[in-house]
């Protein structure tokens, strides 16, 4: 158990998380009287991260606590692989899932990354706010060279925003924030099961030392060379690979998001260059909420933030501690971003000889034939698209859903269709065209009008 109280209006705790399954009824009141012995807001508050550390050694902090600004608030890949969230408001924390944690920063710059085992309810509250942690218990001393992950995330936090302590000053010097170099490493910490403890010291404020993301529009991101580097940014997903309505299949695959924003849709000869969709890659250990995979989910187009993405080799790639958000959160809003935000038709790319493979364009040309070996068509289930129909005879023939495990009544047909087109844009080239749903239909009509 742990919680997560308010100190500066004497408010109840905002959440508390049990880790037993088996604690119900009276033998759960008594083990929550127990534990709340142990909650002491008056043991004395310190302001240096490495010297609780130092202090306490491997131990669980007891005692003592120390007054941290929550700097980020993610989840990582579970025990099991897991990268999508479960609900934890039963507090089912037992279960195998995603770990949330918490980024905390201390008034001297000191890093350390803290594991709450499985309660997301009203962790982002915390985000932004000045936090007193109690109960900690140290995993590991984490390097630049063992988990660059951590640290290409800790230096889009640094320089700090405000001078930090030195050792030996009870007050801020303004040297420190210019001259301090970046951190060399933090500590990994876990929340002990019964003494742990998580209070907001400043209530609804948010802390100066506080840095939320900073978001770049897709064209500035694209013309700067920050490789290794996190960056955050709103775009509209119009289309993903792979299209799956399966959840659980979402939570497991890697997964591409072609996206666009106003920067990339205007028209301007100096960037003629740039395209006007990207690709994103979402790895599977970015762990994705379950708002985030319902939207993916659904054919239909959607804005999504996304925060502390990594460049790589070239790519935009969503990686562990990569945070995807459909709302804006209140920093976004205040800070007016919304001026990338896209807000009429999208535009694609003409097909030429430099267009990437697996990307999307448009393309413009006459139907002159069809590739007849590749064509044929399947039925799918009408309530959920599986398109591996099981026929059955003792049913009379009747097709068998087995993720629905019904009948069939009503399959939807569907096909695969490759044309050849002549494009006037590409004279020289053979250009083959595979067929979506739609488009089939649409060709399929018009084949059979008197002028088709």
Not at 23 to 31: A, D, H, L, S
Not at 33 to 40: G, I, L, N, P, V
Not at 55 to 63: E, L, R, V
Request: net charge negative; proline share 7%; charged share 20%.
């Amino acid at each position: 158990m742990f919680k997560i109280k308010d100190l500066s209006n004497n408010s109840p705790e905002s959440q508390v998380v049990y880790s037993d399954l088996a604690t119900t009824g009276t033998e759960w009141t008594n083990r929550h009287e127990k534990a709340k012995q142990h909650f002491t807001a008056e043991s004395p508050l310190r302001d240096s991260l490495l010297d609780v550390v130092e202090s306490q050694g491997a131990a669980p902090w007891s005692g003592v606590g120390v007054q941290v600004v929550v700097q980020r608030v993610y989840s990582l890949p579970g025990r099991d692989g897991t990268r999508s969230q479960q609900d934890t408001s039963s507090g089912h924390a037992d279960l195998p899932g995603p770990r949330v944690c918490l980024l905390v920063q201390d008034a001297y710059g000191m890093f350390g990354e803290v594991y709450l085992e499985g309660a997301m309810l009203k962790g982002r509250q915390l985000e932004g706010k000045s936090c007193r942690l109690a109960g900690m218990k140290v995993l590991q001393k984490a390097t630049r060279g063992r988990t660059p992950g951590l640290f290409s995330l800790i230096d889009t936090i640094w320089p700090p925003a405000i001078p930090l302590k030195a050792p030996g000053h009870s007050q801020p010097c303004e040297e420190v924030k210019s001259h301090l170099p970046p951190p060399s490493f933090c500590y990994v910490l876990s929340v002990h099961p019964n003494l742990g403890q998580i209070d907001m010291i400043e209530g609804d404020s948010i802390s100066k030392l506080h840095q939320p993301p900073i978001l770049h529009c897709l064209r500035d991101i694209l013309q700067t060379d920050n490789l290794g580097a996190r960056c955050s940014f709103y775009a509209r997903v119009i289309y993903q690979r792979p299209q799956l309505k399966s959840l659980l299949l979402l939570a497991q695959k890697e997964i591409w998001l072609l996206v666009t924003d106003i920067t990339l849709q205007m028209k301007d000869g100096n960037d003629h260059h740039l395209p006007k969709i990207l690709p994103v890659c979402v790895t599977p250990s970015c762990v994705l909420g379950p708002e985030i995979l319902e939207a993916l989910s659904t054919a239909a187009p959607h804005s999504i933030l996304f925060r502390d993405a990594l460049r790589d080799q070239g790519q935009i790639v969503c990686v562990e501690r990569t945070v995807l958000l459909l709302q804006k959160p209140f920093w976004c809003m205040a800070s007016g971003t919304g001026s990338c935000e896209l807000t009429g038709p999208v535009i694609l790319d003409e097909l030429d000889s430099l267009t990437p493979v697996n990307s999307i364009c448009s393309v413009q040309g006459t139907v002159v034939g069809v590739d007849e070996n590749t064509a044929f068509s399947w039925p799918t289930c009408d309530r959920c698209g599986n398109g591996r129909l099981e026929q059955r005879p003792e049913d009379g023939g009747t097709f068998f859903c087995g993720d629905c495990c019904e009948l069939v009544t009503s399959p939807v047909l569907k096909r695969h269709l490759q044309v050849f087109l002549d494009c006037p844009s590409r004279p020289q080239c053979s250009v083959k065209v595979k067929l979506l749903q739609g488009s089939i239909s649409s060709l399929l009509r018009f084949a059979a009008c008197e002028d088709g």
